[in-house]
C-alpha cells in the first residue's frame, strides 16, 4: 500500500527499506519466545535512524517531521515494539530542539546524532503524581542519586536515561549513564501487548553525578510553555497505531490469497474471490489509510509551527490549537486502529486464530498503546477548548528554555 509523500520521505524510506523487512521477519519470533530486540535496536542505532532529526551540524539527518513519522509508520508496521522504545529518546531530541542553542544543547545533540540513545526515568508508581527522586550531596561532596520509577520505556535498551530528580533547590532533568554502578533495569513491564519495550523498572541506588549531568532546573508547578512536546510524544502512539493498521492489512492479505476454501461452501472456492471477503479487505485498507493521513496531517501542522517558532511569528494560540488537533486525530485513529485490528479476523474465521501466526498481537499492542494516554480525558478537554476556549494544561516539557 503505498502512500503519496514527499521526495525526501521517499529517499529516507529507501534507506531503511531493507531494514524494516528484516525487522518484520522476525517479529512472530519475538513475539512468541519474548526475546527483546536488542540487535535490531541495535542496528536501527548503528543505520542512523536514532538520529534522523538531529540537525546535520551534529551528526544527524535534519528531517522534518512529515518525513520522520511517516518512516516512523513504516517501523511501526515492521514492529510496533521499537518505535516505544525509542520514543523517549526522539522526544529528547525534540526537546533538545526547541531548547536555547548553547554548548549543553550540541553536546546532547551529538551524543544523540553519533548513535547513542535516551531512556525514561520519570514516571512513579505511588497514590499520588510526584517525584520522590532525589539528587544529595554525600559527606565528601559528591553528587548523588537515589530514587526508583517505574514505564521506564526504552531504558532496557539505551546508553543514557534521562531521569527527573528533584534537590531542595528545584526539579531536575538528569542525564544517566544506563551502565553507571548504582543503576538498576528491571524488566518487569507485565503489559499484555507491546510486550518487549521494557516499560518496568529503574532504580537508582546512591549514583555518583558530575554537576554537567544536570541539564536544567525547573519547577513542575510553573506555567505550561510553549512547546510541541505535548503534540510530538501523543503523535509518536499514533504512527505506531498507523502503523499496526499497516500490518493487519499485510497480514490479512497474506493469509487470505493463499487459501482454498471458504466457510460454508463446497469444493475449492478461493477466498480471494469471495466479495464479502474483498469487503473486508477493503474496509481494512481505507482504516490503515486514513489513519496513516491523520498521522501525518499532525506532523505537517508540527513542521509548520516550528517554521514560525523559528521565524518569530508563534503564537500559545497556535500551540493550543496543534495539541487540540492532535487529540482530535487521537479519537479517530485510536478507534479505526482497534477496529481494523478485530476486522482482520473475518477474513479466516478459526484458523486465523493460530498461535502460530499470533495475529492476535495487533489488537493487544494497539490496545496497550491506546490506554497510554487516556483518551476520554483528552476528549473532554477537547470539548471544554471549543466551548470555553480553555487549553489543556499537561506538563511536558518542563525543564527547558
Known amino acids: 500500500m503505498s502512500i503519496t509523500v514527499n521526495a525526501a520521505a521517499e529517499a529516507q524510506h529507501q534507506r531503511f527499506a531493507d531494514l524494516f523487512n528484516r525487522i518484520a521477519a522476525g517479529a512472530v519470533e519475538r513475539e512468541s519466545n519474548r526475546r527483546l530486540p536488542h540487535e535490531e535496536v541495535k542496528q536501527l542505532k548503528e543505520s542512523g535512524f536514532t538520529a534522523l532529526r538531529v540537525p546535520q551540524a551534529q551528526g544527524g539527518a535534519g528531517v522534518s517531521l512529515e518525513t520522520y513519522f511517516y518512516l516512523l509508520t513504516r517501523l511501526g508496521e515492521a514492529e510496533?515494539?521499537?518505535?516505544?522504545?525509542?520514543?523517549?529518546?526522539?522526544?529528547?531530541?525534540?526537546?533538545?530542539?526547541?531548547?536555547?542553542?548553547?554548548?549543553?544543547?550540541?553536546?546532547?545533540?551529538?551524543?544523540?546524532?553519533?548513535?547513542?540513545?535516551?531512556?525514561?526515568?520519570?514516571?512513579?508508581?505511588?497514590?499520588?503524581?510526584?517525584?520522590?527522586?532525589?539528587?544529595?550531596?554525600?559527606?565528601?561532596?559528591?553528587?548523588?542519586?537515589?530514587?526508583?520509577?517505574?514505564?521506564?520505556?526504552?531504558?532496557?535498551?539505551?546508553?543514557?536515561?534521562?531521569?527527573?530528580?528533584?534537590?531542595?533547590?528545584?526539579?531536575?532533568?538528569?542525564l544517566v549513564p544506563s551502565d553507571a554502578p548504582g543503576v538498576e533495569r528491571i524488566d518487569d513491564w507485565d503489559g499484555f501487548g507491546q510486550r518487549l519495550t521494557g516499560s518496568g523498572t529503574t532504580r537508582f541506588t546512591n549514583v555518583a553525578l558530575q554537576p554537567d549531568q544536570i541539564l536544567d532546573r525547573y519547577q513542575v508547578s510553573q506555567p505550561r510553555r510553549n512547546t510541541i512536546i505535548t503534540s510530538f510524544y501523543q503523535t509518536f502512539h499514533l504512527a505506531t497505531l498507523a502503523g499496526i493498521a499497516?500490518?493487519?492489512?499485510?497480514?490479512?492479505?497474506?493469509?487470505?490469497?493463499?487459501?482454498?476454501?471458504?466457510?460454508?461452501?463446497?469444493?475449492?472456492?478461493?477466498?480471494?474471490?469471495?466479495?464479502?471477503?474483498?469487503?473486508?479487505?477493503?474496509?481494512?485498507?481505507?482504516?490503515?489509510?486514513?489513519?496513516?493521513?491523520?498521522?501525518?496531517?499532525?506532523?505537517r501542522q508540527q513542521d509548520a509551527l516550528n517554521a514560525a517558532r523559528q521565524a518569530g511569528s508563534a503564537t500559545t494560540?497556535?500551540?493550543?490549537?496543534?495539541?487540540?488537533?492532535?487529540?482530535?486525530?487521537?479519537?479517530?485513529?485510536?478507534?479505526?486502529?482497534?477496529?481494523?485490528?478485530?476486522?482482520?479476523?473475518?477474513?479466516?474465521?478459526?484458523s486465523a486464530t493460530s498461535q502460530e501466526r499470533r495475529l492476535d498481537r495487533h489488537w493487544r499492542n494497539a490496545r496497550t498503546l491506546a490506554s497510554h494516554n487516556p483518551a476520554i480525558q483528552r476528549e473532554a478537554v477537547i470539548g471544554n477548548f471549543h466551548l470555553n476556549g480553555e487549553p489543556h494544561n499537561e506538563r511536558f516539557g518542563h525543564g527547558y528554555a
Open 246 to 299: 499497516r500490518a493487519a492489512l499485510r497480514d490479512a492479505i497474506e493469509f487470505t490469497q493463499p487459501r482454498t476454501r471458504t466457510f460454508g461452501v463446497p469444493g475449492n472456492s478461493s477466498p480471494r474471490e469471495n466479495p464479502l471477503v474483498h469487503r473486508v479487505v477493503g474496509r481494512l485498507g481505507s482504516l490503515a489509510w486514513s489513519a496513516e493521513q491523520l498521522t501525518l496531517a499532525v506532523a
Open 317 to 350: 494560540e497556535d500551540y493550543n490549537a496543534l495539541d487540540i488537533h492532535t487529540f482530535e486525530a487521537q479519537q479517530i485513529i485510536i478507534g479505526q486502529v482497534l477496529e481494523a485490528t478485530t476486522l482482520l479476523f473475518e477474513v479466516g474465521g478459526a
Open 80 to 174: 510496533p515494539n521499537l518505535p516505544q522504545i525509542l520514543r523517549v529518546n526522539a522526544g529528547f531530541t525534540e526537546l533538545l530542539l526547541e531548547r536555547r542553542d548553547d554548548a549543553d544543547t550540541r553536546r546532547w545533540l551529538e551524543v544523540i546524532g553519533s548513535g547513542k540513545t535516551f531512556g525514561a526515568a520519570v514516571a512513579e508508581r505511588q497514590g499520588s503524581t510526584g517525584n520522590t527522586t532525589v539528587v544529595a550531596p554525600d559527606s565528601t561532596g559528591q553528587l548523588r542519586l537515589d530514587g526508583e520509577k517505574y514505564y521506564s520505556t526504552g531504558t532496557l535498551y539505551a546508553d543514557w536515561i534521562q531521569a527527573r530528580a528533584h534537590d531542595d533547590q528545584s526539579d531536575l532533568t538528569v
